[in-house]
């Protein structure tokens, strides 16, 4: 009985540190697209008051990445059936900044 007692307890802990393992990496994945959004965002402004070519690559490079990594996230989250979880993170997060 207390084998199995101490089992469930082990078992239910590595439950708990799995759901905030995850939860965590959610929120760092969301944090990632928002930082470049601003990025993204921060060297437009720059471009409409200049014209400058590196900003407009660079700008250009952030978004592809931006897109590239939207895609890989959306299917992973997809395949791991926490594509919900993932949005409500993303849109709690972006509401704070």
Do not use: H
Request: proline share 0%; glycine share 2%.
């Amino acid at each position: 009985m207390k084998i199995r007692l101490l089992f469930l307890l082990i078992l239910g802990s590595l439950v708990l540190l799995t759901c905030n393992s995850t939860q965590r990496k959610i929120e760092e994945d969301a944090m990632t697209l928002i930082k470049m959004e601003k990025k993204i965002v921060d060297l437009t402004i720059q471009l409409n008051k200049e014209d400058n070519k590196a900003l407009a690559q660079e700008r250009d490079s952030i978004s592809d990445e931006l897109q590239k990594l939207s895609f890989e996230l959306q299917k992973k989250y997809r395949e791991a059936d926490l594509t919900k979880e993932f949005q409500q993170t993303f849109d709690s997060l972006k509401r704070k900044k």
